[in-house]
Protein backbone atom coordinates (compact mmCIF):
# COMPACT_ATOMS: atom_id res chain seq x y z
CA UNK A 1 0.00 0.00 0.00
CA UNK A 2 0.71 3.92 -0.64
CA UNK A 3 1.80 6.39 2.30
CA UNK A 4 -1.44 7.88 1.36
CA UNK A 5 -3.37 4.22 1.21
CA UNK A 6 -2.30 3.81 4.83
CA UNK A 7 -3.55 7.10 5.78
CA UNK A 8 -6.95 6.16 4.91
CA UNK A 9 -6.74 3.18 5.91
CA UNK A 10 -6.04 4.24 9.66
CA UNK A 11 -9.37 6.18 9.34
CA UNK A 12 -11.33 3.15 8.95
CA UNK A 13 -11.08 1.68 12.46
CA UNK A 14 -9.04 1.45 14.94
CA UNK A 15 -7.24 -2.19 14.15
CA UNK A 16 -6.02 -0.34 10.93
CA UNK A 17 -4.60 2.71 13.20
CA UNK A 18 -2.65 0.60 15.35
CA UNK A 19 -1.30 -1.25 12.24
CA UNK A 20 -0.47 1.70 10.21
CA UNK A 21 1.91 2.71 13.52
CA UNK A 22 4.19 -0.20 12.65
CA UNK A 23 7.66 1.95 11.51
CA UNK A 24 8.68 -0.11 8.75
CA UNK A 25 5.94 1.22 6.36
CA UNK A 26 6.91 4.30 6.83
CA UNK A 27 10.73 3.94 7.01
CA UNK A 28 9.83 2.01 2.98
CA UNK A 29 8.64 4.86 2.28
CA UNK A 30 10.87 7.27 3.35
CA UNK A 31 13.88 5.63 1.94
CA UNK A 32 12.20 5.61 -1.55
CA UNK A 33 11.08 9.16 -1.65
CA UNK A 34 14.72 10.42 -1.03
CA UNK A 35 16.44 7.36 -2.54
CA UNK A 36 18.64 9.91 -4.17
CA UNK A 37 19.80 10.98 -1.18
CA UNK A 38 21.19 7.57 -0.22
CA UNK A 39 20.40 5.55 2.91
CA UNK A 40 22.84 6.83 5.09
CA UNK A 41 21.99 10.38 4.71
CA UNK A 42 18.74 9.53 5.20
CA UNK A 43 19.11 7.69 8.79
CA UNK A 44 21.45 10.49 9.62
CA UNK A 45 18.76 13.14 9.06
CA UNK A 46 16.24 11.25 10.72
CA UNK A 47 17.92 11.52 13.75
CA UNK A 48 19.23 14.65 13.94
CA UNK A 49 15.95 16.19 12.66
CA UNK A 50 13.10 14.54 13.46
CA UNK A 51 13.67 12.17 16.50
CA UNK A 52 14.40 8.84 14.92
CA UNK A 53 10.76 8.54 14.05
CA UNK A 54 10.34 7.41 10.43
CA UNK A 55 6.31 8.70 9.91
CA UNK A 56 7.48 12.19 11.47
CA UNK A 57 9.73 12.52 8.77
CA UNK A 58 7.22 11.61 5.82
CA UNK A 59 4.69 14.27 7.30
CA UNK A 60 7.38 16.88 8.05
CA UNK A 61 10.39 16.57 5.79
CA UNK A 62 9.37 18.40 2.25
CA UNK A 63 9.71 15.58 -0.67
CA UNK A 64 8.07 15.98 -4.13
CA UNK A 65 4.79 13.86 -5.00
CA UNK A 66 5.32 11.08 -7.50
CA UNK A 67 2.20 9.80 -7.83
CA UNK A 68 0.93 11.86 -10.24
CA UNK A 69 0.89 15.46 -11.99
CA UNK A 70 2.27 19.03 -10.82
CA UNK A 71 -0.21 21.27 -12.68
CA UNK A 72 -0.29 25.02 -13.54
CA UNK A 73 -3.23 26.32 -14.87
CA UNK A 74 -3.03 29.54 -17.11
CA UNK A 75 -5.86 31.89 -18.74
CA UNK A 76 -5.21 34.71 -20.60
CA UNK A 77 -7.71 37.19 -22.42
CA UNK A 78 -6.74 37.88 -26.41
CA UNK A 79 -8.58 39.42 -28.82
CA UNK A 80 -11.20 38.23 -31.12
CA UNK A 81 -11.14 37.75 -34.57
CA UNK A 82 -12.48 39.82 -36.79
CA UNK A 83 -14.31 37.10 -38.75
CA UNK A 84 -15.86 35.49 -35.98
CA UNK A 85 -19.66 35.92 -35.62
CA UNK A 86 -19.69 36.55 -32.29
CA UNK A 87 -20.50 39.41 -30.05
CA UNK A 88 -17.47 39.01 -27.31
CA UNK A 89 -15.22 41.68 -28.27
CA UNK A 90 -12.65 39.37 -26.71
CA UNK A 91 -12.30 35.48 -25.50
CA UNK A 92 -10.27 33.21 -22.73
CA UNK A 93 -7.59 30.80 -23.77
CA UNK A 94 -5.88 28.16 -21.13
CA UNK A 95 -2.45 26.14 -21.25
CA UNK A 96 -1.56 24.29 -18.81
CA UNK A 97 2.46 23.16 -17.17
CA UNK A 98 2.66 19.77 -16.09
CA UNK A 99 5.25 18.15 -14.05
CA UNK A 100 6.04 14.76 -13.43
CA UNK A 101 8.76 13.83 -10.87
CA UNK A 102 10.71 10.55 -10.36
CA UNK A 103 12.37 9.50 -6.76
CA UNK A 104 15.53 9.15 -9.18
CA UNK A 105 16.11 12.87 -9.68
CA UNK A 106 14.19 13.06 -13.47
CA UNK A 107 11.56 14.55 -14.60
CA UNK A 108 8.72 15.14 -17.12
CA UNK A 109 7.60 18.49 -18.32
CA UNK A 110 5.05 19.38 -20.51
CA UNK A 111 3.39 22.51 -22.15
CA UNK A 112 0.40 22.44 -23.63
CA UNK A 113 -3.69 23.20 -23.69
CA UNK A 114 -4.48 19.28 -22.77
CA UNK A 115 -6.49 18.50 -19.81
CA UNK A 116 -5.05 16.61 -17.10
CA UNK A 117 -7.31 13.62 -17.92
CA UNK A 118 -5.54 13.44 -21.57
CA UNK A 119 -2.20 14.34 -20.76
CA UNK A 120 -1.42 11.65 -17.43
CA UNK A 121 -2.23 8.55 -20.60
CA UNK A 122 1.78 9.60 -21.98
CA UNK A 123 3.27 11.46 -18.96
CA UNK A 124 5.60 8.30 -18.25
CA UNK A 125 9.05 7.69 -19.42
CA UNK A 126 8.02 4.43 -21.81
CA UNK A 127 5.46 6.64 -22.94
CA UNK A 128 7.04 9.87 -23.10
CA UNK A 129 8.09 11.19 -26.57
CA UNK A 130 9.25 14.34 -28.09
CA UNK A 131 6.42 14.15 -30.51
CA UNK A 132 3.76 14.15 -27.62
CA UNK A 133 5.77 17.50 -26.87
CA UNK A 134 7.25 15.51 -23.64
CA UNK A 135 10.54 15.95 -22.70
CA UNK A 136 13.09 15.14 -20.08
CA UNK A 137 14.80 16.96 -17.17
CA UNK A 138 17.10 16.58 -14.33
CA UNK A 139 15.90 18.19 -10.33
CA UNK A 140 17.41 18.50 -7.37
CA UNK A 141 15.54 19.18 -4.02
CA UNK A 142 16.69 21.04 -0.85
CA UNK A 143 14.73 21.71 1.83
CA UNK A 144 11.78 23.10 0.26
CA UNK A 145 13.28 24.74 -2.74
CA UNK A 146 13.59 23.05 -6.27
CA UNK A 147 15.54 23.10 -9.19
CA UNK A 148 15.07 21.82 -11.87
CA UNK A 149 16.27 22.56 -16.21
CA UNK A 150 15.28 20.74 -19.31
CA UNK A 151 16.84 20.81 -22.64
CA UNK A 152 14.47 21.97 -25.89
CA UNK A 153 16.34 20.24 -28.95
CA UNK A 154 16.41 21.61 -32.40
CA UNK A 155 18.58 23.50 -34.62
CA UNK A 156 18.94 26.75 -31.25
CA UNK A 157 19.04 24.29 -28.60
CA UNK A 158 17.17 26.02 -25.72
CA UNK A 159 17.78 25.19 -21.99
CA UNK A 160 14.27 25.98 -19.54
CA UNK A 161 15.47 26.28 -16.21
CA UNK A 162 13.27 26.25 -13.36
CA UNK A 163 13.38 27.40 -9.77
CA UNK A 164 10.15 26.40 -7.41
CA UNK A 165 9.20 26.14 -3.53
CA UNK A 166 6.96 23.79 -2.14
CA UNK A 167 4.41 23.35 0.23
CA UNK A 168 1.36 21.90 1.42
CA UNK A 169 -2.65 23.37 2.10
CA UNK A 170 -1.92 20.62 5.42
CA UNK A 171 0.69 18.24 6.85
CA UNK A 172 2.07 16.05 4.72
CA UNK A 173 0.62 16.93 1.43
CA UNK A 174 3.10 18.56 -0.47
CA UNK A 175 0.59 19.38 -2.85
CA UNK A 176 1.44 22.99 -4.11
CA UNK A 177 4.65 24.64 -6.10
CA UNK A 178 4.85 28.30 -6.39
CA UNK A 179 7.38 29.18 -9.49
CA UNK A 180 9.70 31.31 -8.28
CA UNK A 181 11.80 31.76 -11.57
CA UNK A 182 11.48 30.56 -15.05
CA UNK A 183 14.32 31.17 -17.36
CA UNK A 184 15.50 30.34 -20.81
CA UNK A 185 18.77 30.46 -22.18
CA UNK A 186 20.94 29.04 -25.32
CA UNK A 187 23.24 26.17 -24.86
CA UNK A 188 26.07 25.31 -27.34
CA UNK A 189 26.59 22.23 -29.50
CA UNK A 190 29.37 20.99 -27.27
CA UNK A 191 27.25 21.41 -23.93
CA UNK A 192 24.55 19.79 -25.58
CA UNK A 193 26.61 16.78 -26.51
CA UNK A 194 27.98 16.31 -23.23
CA UNK A 195 25.26 16.10 -20.81
CA UNK A 196 23.43 12.72 -21.79
CA UNK A 197 19.87 14.37 -20.45
CA UNK A 198 22.17 15.72 -17.93
CA UNK A 199 21.42 19.33 -18.45
CA UNK A 200 20.68 20.22 -15.01
CA UNK A 201 24.68 19.92 -14.14
CA UNK A 202 25.27 22.05 -16.97
CA UNK A 203 23.72 25.29 -15.99
CA UNK A 204 24.18 24.80 -12.83
CA UNK A 205 25.64 28.77 -11.57
CA UNK A 206 24.48 30.28 -14.21
CA UNK A 207 23.08 33.81 -14.09
CA UNK A 208 19.65 34.47 -15.29
CA UNK A 209 20.93 37.00 -17.41
CA UNK A 210 23.50 33.86 -19.16
CA UNK A 211 23.08 32.56 -22.02
CA UNK A 212 26.02 30.56 -24.37
CA UNK A 213 24.55 31.00 -27.45
CA UNK A 214 24.18 34.28 -28.94
CA UNK A 215 21.40 33.43 -31.19
CA UNK A 216 18.94 32.41 -28.17
CA UNK A 217 19.12 35.47 -25.52
CA UNK A 218 18.46 34.62 -21.74
CA UNK A 219 14.88 35.43 -21.13
CA UNK A 220 13.27 35.53 -17.56
CA UNK A 221 9.26 35.07 -18.28
CA UNK A 222 6.75 37.13 -16.13
CA UNK A 223 3.71 35.16 -17.33
CA UNK A 224 2.34 31.71 -16.56
CA UNK A 225 3.56 31.65 -13.23
CA UNK A 226 0.53 30.33 -11.72
CA UNK A 227 1.27 28.42 -8.89
CA UNK A 228 1.34 23.85 -9.83
CA UNK A 229 -1.49 21.94 -8.23
CA UNK A 230 -0.79 18.13 -7.20
CA UNK A 231 -3.31 15.78 -9.07
CA UNK A 232 -3.12 12.05 -8.14
CA UNK A 233 -3.31 9.61 -10.76
CA UNK A 234 -6.36 8.26 -9.51
CA UNK A 235 -8.28 11.71 -9.70
CA UNK A 236 -6.90 12.68 -13.14
CA UNK A 237 -10.78 11.23 -15.06
CA UNK A 238 -12.29 13.99 -12.41
CA UNK A 239 -10.24 16.89 -11.36
CA UNK A 240 -11.71 20.13 -11.85
CA UNK A 241 -8.83 21.19 -13.79
CA UNK A 242 -10.60 19.32 -17.02
CA UNK A 243 -13.03 21.45 -17.09
CA UNK A 244 -13.29 23.85 -19.92
CA UNK A 245 -12.66 27.83 -19.64
CA UNK A 246 -16.45 28.08 -20.61
CA UNK A 247 -17.23 26.26 -16.99
CA UNK A 248 -14.02 27.64 -15.07
CA UNK A 249 -12.61 30.92 -16.36
CA UNK A 250 -10.66 31.37 -13.21
CA UNK A 251 -9.19 28.86 -10.67
CA UNK A 252 -7.24 29.45 -7.48
CA UNK A 253 -4.73 26.74 -6.18
CA UNK A 254 -4.88 28.38 -2.99
Known amino acids: MTPYDLGKASCVCRKWRFTVRNPVFWRNACLRAWQSVGVIENYRILQSKYDGSWRKMWLLRPRVRTDGLYVS ?19 IVCYFRYIRFYPSGKFLYKNSSQKVKE ?15 VFKGHYTLSDDKIEAAVLYPGLRP ?5 RLRLRGTVTGANNRMDLLSLVTSGVNDEEVNSTEEDILGVVEGWGDDESHNPDVPAV ?3 RGLTPFVFVPFDEVEKSVLNLPVEKMDYFVPG
Not at 73 to 84: F, K, L, P, S
Not at 158 to 162: D, E, K, N, P, Q
Request: hydrophobic content about 40%; glycine content about 2%; aromatic content about 8%.
Open 73 to 91: RNTYIRAGVAEWKITNPVH
Open 119 to 133: VAKFMNHKAASKADC
Open 158 to 162: TVLRI
Open 220 to 222: SHK
